[in-house]
Structures are given as C-alpha cells and as structure tokens.
C-alpha cells in the first residue's frame, strides 16, 4: 500500500526554523515528483513546492521563495522541506504528495500523506 508520512511538525515562534520530513513507502518513490501542499485555517489547500524526479529540478511559490527549501533523498524514501524566517501566516496543516507528472496541481497528485501541523505565533 502506498503511504507518506509526514513528521517534523510543531510550533515555534516567528523566525523560527522547522525542518519537516516525508517518509514514502509502498510504491516507486524515485519514478514520483514530490510536493509539499498547505491547507490553513479557512482556506483552501495551497501547493508551495515540489522537486523532480531525475534531474532533482525544484518549484516555489512566491510567498515560500528564499525561506523554505525542498530535497530529497532516494536512498532513505524520504523527501525534506527547510523551512527558515517563519512568519504566523506559515501556520498550516502541511501535506507531502506524489505525483507522475511535474507540478503542483493538487489533482495531479496520487498519493498523499495525513498532514503534520506547523504553527507560529507571533
């Protein structure tokens, strides 16, 4: 069975730094792009970054540039996301997924993780 499983979540302070993880099993993790998505209270869910599968090529929306950085490692099944310069409108539940295809359409994913929160008080 496919599964992501995401750790790493907590809270912090703003500025704080966080690193999250995502643990795949049960499919081909090296054939998949990853992405990290972000549901906040009341809004809808929110695709933020992504990497690729050969060439480790690697997307950010622009309110997460410069702060948050995204890697993987295929020998662990594991993909990471840095994140840096924490602001209170980070606070999300975060969701890394899998998808066949390049980018950060949330129906372009297949299989995702059950969310780790992050939240920064001011």
């Known amino acids: 069975e496919a599964q992501l499983v995401e750790s790493g979540g907590g809270t912090v302070q703003a500025g704080g730094s966080l690193t999250l993880s995502c643990a795949a099993s049960?499919?081909?993790?090296?054939?998949?792009?990853i992405g990290w998505f972000r549901q906040a209270p009341g809004k809808s869910l929110e695709g933020i970054s992504c990497?690729?599968?050969?060439?480790?090529?690697?997307a950010y929306v622009e309110p997460v540039k410069g702060r948050f950085r995204i890697s993987r490692d295929n020998a662990k099944n594991t993909v990471y996301l840095e994140m840096s310069s924490l602001k209170p409108e980070d606070t999300a539940l975060y969701y890394c997924?899998?998808?066949?295809?390049?980018?950060?359409?949330?129906?372009?994913?297949?299989?995702w993780g059950q969310g780790t929160q992050v939240t920064v008080t001011v």
């Open positions: 997924a899998a998808a066949t295809r390049w980018g950060l359409l949330v129906d372009g994913y297949d299989y």
């Open positions: 990497i690729g599968t050969e060439e480790g090529d690697t």
């Open positions: 049960g499919f081909a993790f090296d054939s998949y792009t």
